[in-house]
């Protein structure tokens, strides 16, 4: 499974929603992730992918879309 | 010797003025003369702890460069190790300043300790802020002399909004553009203005004209009484107007200075819950906290499965979270009571939150519901306010 596919897939668990459908939206404006969302999406990123991200690196704005999410973690996994 | 409070009176802001001047002109022809900056500073510095506080001034000194010298031995130790009992070390002897200041009152009587100043935990919070940042491995390139810049910022010092040190560093080293710049003064001449009306006119108005009499009132009904509901309501809008005010004051002059000082409220009494309270209100405060005790502490009991569920961990922390605020206001029943009430909160909001989602079809949502909503949460913080204001306290003391 490529990086997107489970990226996604970690999202859509965590969001209980599928937000394949807008790789662009914010999600912490729409309520889908919090702090607590953030951390869990950390520890799984860290079990399923092997990319180490410290709460450090996790500046909100960064992180606040699917597509930025992925870009993100692809980016670290380089 | 003058001696300000920052932001206080006219004289202040003349001052102000005329010693920004040549940081503006230099910024206007692309030039940032940190010799200057520095002069600034300490000029400031020597202002608000100067003369009849002194004592402070000291303090203010003795602790700068023990949280440098600190802070730099913990930076220069993680080049090399990363033991967790070293980093929890520094973070304990980083905070042990504060928490030595904040106790003293609660067990000398009221007494302030000798070691205290204006604006001592805002500096905790960059300090400790900085550990944290460097036990990750974000922050790699320590300066002892630029991290000393970042704490004695001068337009944040005694009270905010709290700066990070990576951000902050990026607007130091660097001059923006003509029009960027151009924008940023306009901003900051807003900004001032706009503080001007909160804590000049709005502040005095509820602060200084309305408060004490009805306080008065209130005292003298013994008990609930009309007068106590307008205390609640009066002292909530002092609070916001003359915290709001200041901070325009402190964001607008950085703006000044070519350095974009995050801002601490973006229209509080408009949320519709009190999480959205909570990243409109103090909001630099509520982020640090977020982010170096709540996020952490999450992290920490996810991954070593403290609790069972996400949900008993968020609801946890949340309360850890918002006590632990409440004893950062200070050691009295009422201000860690007005933590650990808005931490229940959180938790009953997180519970309502997901109530709402599971039941969407049943649980009408409209203009209305919206508007009661703010309403709800409005009167909540209202209340939590006069209970933060002491004065419950003064009532019960009086009886």
New interface residues.
């Given amino acids: 499974m490529d990086t997107k596919t489970t990226v996604l897939n970690v999202l859509n668990d965590l969001t209980g929603t599928d937000v394949s459908g807008d790789l662009d939206g914010n999600l912490f404006d729409s309520?889908l992730l919090?702090?607590?969302g953030?951390?869990?999406l950390?520890?799984q990123l860290q079990s399923e992918l092997g990319v180490d991200v410290?709460?450090?690196?996790?500046e909100r704005s960064e992180w606040d879309t699917p597509n930025k999410i992925i870009a993100r973690v692809e980016a670290m996994q380089n | 010797m003058l001696s300000f409070t920052p932001y206080e009176n006219p004289t202040y802001f003349g001052i102000l003025a005329i010693a920004l001047l040549p940081i503006v002109i230099g910024l206007l022809c692309k030039k940032r003369f940190h010799w200057y900056e520095t002069i600034i500073s300490i000029f400031f510095l020597v202002l608000t702890f100067g003369g009849p506080k002194l004592t402070q001034g000291y303090a203010l000194i003795a602790y700068l460069i023990y949280e440098v010298v600190l802070v730099w031995l913990y930076t220069s130790y993680r080049k090399h190790k990363n033991q967790t009992s070293i980093f929890v070390g520094a973070v304990i002897l980083a905070i042990i300043p504060l928490v030595i200041v904040k106790l003293t009152p609660a067990i000398q009587n009221g007494q302030q300790s000798l070691i205290g100043f204006l604006g001592i935990s805002y500096l905790t919070f960059k300090a400790v802020q900085t550990i944290m940042e460097s036990r990750d491995g974000v922050l790699k390139a320590f300066n002892p002399w630029f991290f000393l810049q970042f704490l004695v910022f001068f337009p944040t010092i005694s009270s905010g909004p709290i700066d990070r040190y990576r951000r902050f560093k990026k607007d130091y080293d660097h001059v923006p553009d003509t029009d960027k710049y151009l924008q940023l003064l306009q901003k900051g001449v807003h900004n001032i203005f706009m503080g001007f009306v909160y804590k000049y006119m709005l502040a005095y108005l509820f602060g200084t004209l309305l408060l004490p009499k009805l306080q008065q009132q209130a005292l003298s009904a013994h008990g609930l009484s009309w007068s106590l509901v307008g205390v609640m309501y009066v002292y909530s809008m002092y609070l916001f107007f003359d915290f709001a005010g200041y901070s325009l004051f402190a964001v607008g002059t950085s703006y000044f200075m070519g350095i974009e000082t995050p801002i601490n409220f973006n229209a509080p009494f408009k949320s519709h819950n009190i999480k959205e309270f909570w990243n409109r209100w103090h909001m630099t405060l509520s982020f640090w906290f977020r982010d170096y005790i709540y996020m952490r502490l999450v992290f920490f009991f996810m991954k070593h499965k403290v609790f069972k569920s996400p949900k008993t961990t968020a609801n946890i922390t949340y309360i850890i979270n918002m006590t632990i605020m409440g004893f950062w206001h200070g050691v009295t029943w009422y201000y860690v009571t007005y933590g650990i009430l808005h931490g229940i909160a959180l938790v009953v909001n997180d519970w309502w939150l997901r109530y709402k989602k599971k039941h969407q079809k049943q649980i009408p949502h409209n203009k209305f519901t919206e508007i009661f909503a703010v309403f709800v949460t409005f009167n909540f913080v209202c209340f939590t306010f006069l209970l933060f204001s002491g004065f419950l306290n003064t009532m019960l003391l009086a009886k």
Avoid: A, C, H, R
Wanted: glycine fraction near 8%; avoid cysteine; proline fraction near 7%.
């Fill in positions: 309520g919090d702090s607590m953030t951390v869990q950390l520890l410290p709460v450090s690196e996790f």
